[in-house]
């Protein structure tokens, strides 16, 4: 994943004079929204022109992660399973770690976050393996194995849950508090999957390069805090400018 | 032999006949059981393969029975657990109950994978039920978690029972359906056993018979021409030529008889060249024999009739010389005494030569009598001591004491040992010249040894023809008819003896011959 940044900027991330009607429109009522709230704060040249677009990256050597054995059902869910608690590309970018900013911008404000997501257990394994959902979002746990799954989790904001789930159910889980929630599988005990819960819409999920981009930021200082299941939490302060968007890179020591 | 005129013999001819090299033929039987043993191991191999399959086969039916039975083991401890979660209400039970459920659908898609077509249908059909159960399952565990009893209660009830009902059916009938197929490929593989046991068997009759049938034809087809050829070649010793040699062989065997019947014809025609020979020499032999006959009669009568007239010369001769016509002048005694001298060795010559003219003719016989040999001895003795004293030299005679009175021809062995001591005088300068006799074992040896002038090697074999001496320049020197060893080798052989003579050239000579003391089987 080393495209060049002006190109994934005409694809992805599209700079503000392109935006459709109905999206500008949205994000002018939301950041109209914040502006009331939040008036007394120096109002920037342009609320939401800024981004920034970063990597996340391992600093050291990456540990040894040894492949998980399955020791039941292997007929269905396979002899054993790659290790996915860190997932690095060739450049050593770290895939699913979830960025977001400490304290979002007053008045200003993102596109919002899907309030629905989805997570799939397929072949013993959750799919996605990190997902992110607003506070009040839900997600849809799929099954697509020919097996019973369990749904386990105790989180502490949120209730816990634990169902028994056969395949083609659907079981869908509201989450109403931000944090970070482990979710796991009573009967395979390999499988890891973790819910985060968001504060705000400043939240972002490296990809397979370890690269995130944040949208919607005006300029100022912020930080930056980076969560990862293996290595923990990683803060640094970033100024977003003139330039646009704002190249950052978050190092994540190894340990 | 029997057996080649048995109808066994028809094949062996018929073999012989092939228009084929006997290395070619042995080659063929070779390839044809070295072919056997080859198709022997592909049906083997394929045997063993056949079986390895149908028992790879039975092991796999047999993993399908095992699983069934997990599968139906499981669906009773699944029904054992929900049973005691609905009395406990804990948590604990419940994870047994997914844990069995999940070992159910384990083994399930295992048995799925590994099942012949024909019961895709069936395990399709339980799939469908599990289908069923796990959402039953699923929702029964909730409600107890959900403190929902009632609920989960009737879920067992209404649903999961019948469900549980129809998939122990299904996976009844999935056992039976294994075994039954277990049983067919028992009887399969039993069938297979017994299959090759009699194709291994008819292979073992079959090459036996084969190399049986095989090693007598192409044997007899190899023996029977050396046969035919030790007849054959019995025959050409037995001196039967002209015969053929027939065999069916078109090989080597039959060139090799066309070559010995060839070579049969050309021996008869060259036995026929030879007995025409033979026939027309035995035809001149008989003329020639004829005309020698003749020829001895001849000289007989020519010798007799000449010694008419010489004995008149010698005798007026004599009576000249004994001057009984008066004194004869001393001029003329000299010419008178040379015609005795030579008129003397005249008659000698003629006496010889009617001697061996009756030898040849075989009209000489010998006139057997006692005799002395101390006798002859002496008469020789004294005939020729005259000679030795005239030539200066030694002559003695030494005859072993305690012979016995001999039988045969006295006169003639006289004669023999006369012409031997005077050849010898004749021959040497100077030395001696011994007689010497001997007995032992019924033969008499006479010997004369002298100090002559030997007879080099190459001349001994002749030395006892006729009118030979050992340089025509000797005649010319010491005088003879040639005709005196000779007379004596025919007189000694009619005693039934033997002549015969040791010499080195320059050093002398030993003439010896030996004569039974009794003669012609005389009188002891």
Not at chain 1, 64 to 82: F, P, R
Not at chain 2, 133 to 162: C, F, G, S
Not at chain 2, 447 to 471: L, S, Y
Request: charged residues 20%; contains cysteine.
């Amino acid at each position: 994943m080393t495209l060049p940044i002006h190109k994934r900027a005409s694809t992805g991330g599209a700079p503000a004079p392109r935006r459709s009607a109905a999206r500008t429109s949205s994000t002018v009522l939301c950041a109209l929204g914040v502006f009331l709230l939040v008036n007394n704060k120096p109002t920037p040249r342009d609320a939401t022109a800024g981004a920034i677009k970063g990597t996340v990256t391992l600093k050291g050597t990456a540990p040894e992660l040894k492949k998980l054995a399955v020791t039941i059902d292997q007929y269905v869910c396979g002899k054993e399973k790659n290790p996915e608690e860190l997932v690095l590309s060739p450049q050593g970018g770290i895939r699913s770690a979830v960025v977001w900013l400490d304290k979002p911008p007053a008045g200003a404000s993102a596109a919002a976050l899907a309030p629905t997501a989805t997570m799939d257990q397929k072949e013993c394994v959750f799919a996605p393996r990190v997902v992110v959902v607003p506070a009040g979002g839900k997600i849809d746990f799929l099954n697509s194995d020919r097996l019973l799954h369990n749904l386990h989790s105790t989180p502490s904001a949120n209730p816990p849950f634990n169902r028994t789930q056969p395949k083609g159910r659907t079981i869908t889980i509201p989450f109403e508090k931000p944090e970070i929630i482990r979710v796991t599988c009573d009967l395979h005990s390999w499988m890891r999957g973790w819910v985060v819960v968001a504060e705000h819409p400043y939240y972002a999920l490296t990809d397979g390069a370890g690269e995130f981009e944040l949208k919607g930021l005006p300029a100022g200082r912020y930080t930056l805090k980076v969560w990862q299941e293996r290595l923990g939490t990683v803060s640094k302060e970033v100024v977003v400018g003139d330039q646009d968007p704002t190249p950052v890179t978050l190092e994540m020591p190894a340990r | 032999m029997a057996l080649i005129n048995s109808p066994l013999g028809a094949p062996v001819r018929a073999f012989a006949r092939i228009r084929a090299s006997v290395h070619v033929k042995l080659l063929a039987g070779f390839l044809l059981i070295t072919f056997l043993v080859i198709a022997l191991t592909v049906v083997s191999l394929r045997t063993v393969a056949e079986t390895a399959r149908e028992a790879t086969l039975l092991d796999q039916a047999h993993e399908r029975v095992v699983w069934s039975r997990q599968i139906e083991h499981a669906l009773a401890m699944q029904m054992h657990f929900t049973s005691m979660t609905l009395l406990s209400q804990g948590e604990e039970p419940v994870s047994l109950i997914l844990r069995e459920n999940n070992r159910f659908n384990d083994t399930l898609a295992r048995l799925e994978t590994a099942a012949p077509a024909e019961e895709r249908t069936l395990i399709q059909a339980i799939r469908g039920a599990q289908d069923d159960a796990m959402a039953t399952v699923a929702d029964i565990a909730n409600a107890v978690r959900d403190k929902k009893l009632a609920e989960a209660l009737t879920a067992l009830r209404t649903r999961q029972e019948p469900i549980y009902q129809k998939i122990e059916t299904l996976v009844g009938s999935l056992v039976s359906a294994e075994e039954s197929r277990m049983a067919k490929l028992r009887q399969s593989l039993a069938a297979t056993r017994r299959q090759s046991m009699r194709l291994m068997t008819g292979f073992a009759v079959a090459s036996v018979v084969l190399a049986l049938v095989g090693g007598f034809i192409i044997s007899w087809s190899f023996i029977l021409p050396v046969r035919a050829a030790h007849g054959f070649l019995s025959d050409v010793a037995a001196g039967r030529f002209g015969g053929t040699v027939v065999v069916p062989n078109r090989d080597e065997f039959g060139a090799l008889a066309e070559h010995m019947t060839w070579m049969s014809r050309e021996l008869h025609r060259l036995d026929e060249e030879q007995r025409v020979a033979a026939a027309t020499l035995r035809g001149l032999n008989d003329r020639l024999a004829l005309a020698s006959r003749a020829k001895s009669e001849f000289l007989a009568n020519m010798s007799h009739e000449l010694r008419t007239p010489l004995n008149a010369i010698l005798g007026f001769t004599e009576i000249l010389l004994d001057e009984l016509y008066g004194e004869v002048p001393a001029n003329l005694r000299e010419p008178l005494v040379d015609i005795q001298t030579n008129g003397r060795h005249l008659l000698r010559l003629i006496n010889d030569v009617l001697d061996l003219s009756k030898i040849e003719a075989g009209r000489l016989e010998l006139g057997l009598g006692e005799y002395s040999v101390q006798e002859i001895v002496e008469v020789v003795h004294a005939s020729l001591r005259s000679l030795a004293i005239e030539k200066g030299l030694a002559f003695s005679v030494r005859v072993a004491p305690g012979i016995p009175a001999a039988w045969g021809d006295g006169r003639r062995l006289t004669q023999c040992l006369l012409n031997l001591a005077g050849n010898a005088l004749k021959f040497t300068r100077q030395g001696r010249v011994d007689i010497d006799v001997s007995h032992a074992d019924g033969w008499l040896t006479f010997k004369v040894a002298d100090t002559g002038i030997g007879i080099p090697k190459e001349e001994v074999e002749n030395i006892f023809a006729e009118f030979r001496q050992v340089d025509t320049t000797i005649t010319r020197e010491y005088g003879g008819t040639g005709l005196g060893l000779s007379i004596t080798k025919r007189l000694v052989e009619m005693h039934g003896g033997r002549i015969g003579v040791e010499s080195e050239l320059g050093r002398g000579s030993t003439f010896f011959f030996t004569v039974p003391l009794h003669a012609d089987g005389g009188p002891a």
